[in-house]
């Protein structure tokens, strides 16, 4: 299994922002996550954080889910609790691309274009304090220097496009291997996840992991390693 730090940092990596609170007070959302973890925000003209000059007590929610057929399921929840303070000019644009990610907003435009202007759209990032996470059984508290020292799992993008590919075409044969596998039928049967330490089916209602031989180092070693369970005999 991924170490703790890097699971959440993987999840974060993949989540929307779900939900804001100012002072613990809720306020607009549209936002994303920047390369070190970090929750960047779009802020509106009217807003809370928007005439904010230092920084800001803020809660951002993050989920990231799982398309299980017509059915969308919370895969992760984690709030990252800090301060928000204004991007830097020189680091906008990476900014504003972390955001249009998950929320592609016409404001960002805006917000680069106008970049400090007191009446335009503003760009905000959060100095993370905590990060309080619920992920499948496991839930707890990171501090800011071991999530923001995690890395997402490098082969990330590769196992969400496998991941979707067999879920959508070979389901079939993932049930056969998993039911091979636990040496009795294994019910409706989905990848749930899938890392370079090993792969987490969803059996019914149940989370069943299944570990690789081996960590998987590449694209190949992945689809490698998933292949043995798909077709274990």
């Not at 335009?120 to 990060?131: I, K």
């Not at 075409?169 to 056969?176: I, K, N, T």
């Not at 998987?216 to 070693?221: D, E, P, V």
Request: charged fraction near 20%.
């Amino acid at each position: 299994m991924l170490p703790i730090p890097e699971r959440v940092r993987t999840l974060a990596a993949t989540a929307s922002v779900a939900k804001l609170s100012v002072d613990g007070a809720p306020a607009p959302t549209r936002g994303g996550v920047d390369g070190r973890g970090r929750p960047v925000l779009l802020v509106l003209p009217g807003e809370p954080l928007h005439g904010l000059q230092g920084d800001a007590l803020v809660a951002v929610n993050l989920t990231a889910m799982r398309q299980l057929g017509s059915v969308t399921h919370p895969r992760g929840l984690i709030e990252v609790q800090g301060w928000a303070e204004p991007v830097p000019e020189p680091e906008a644009r990476e900014a504003a691309v972390a955001v249009a990610t998950h929320s592609a907003d016409e404001s960002l435009f805006e917000a680069l274009e106008r970049f400090g202007e007191p009446w335009a759209p503003r760009l905000l990032r959060m100095d993370v304090g905590q990060v309080v996470y619920l992920t499948g059984q496991e839930s707890g508290l990171l501090d800011a220097d071991d999530y923001l020292a995690a890395t997402p799992d490098p082969l990330t993008e590769t196992a969400e496009q496998v991941l979707a590919h067999v879920n959508s075409s070979h389901r079939p044969q993932l049930a056969a291997g998993v039911a091979r596998q636990l040496g009795e039928q294994a019910g409706e049967v989905w990848l749930w996840e899938l890392d370079r330490f090993g792969a987490t089916v969803r059996a019914d209602e149940a989370l069943v992991r299944f570990q690789w031989p081996a960590p998987a180092n590449s694209q190949l070693c992945l689809e490698t390693a998933l292949r043995g369970l798909i077709c274990s005999c």
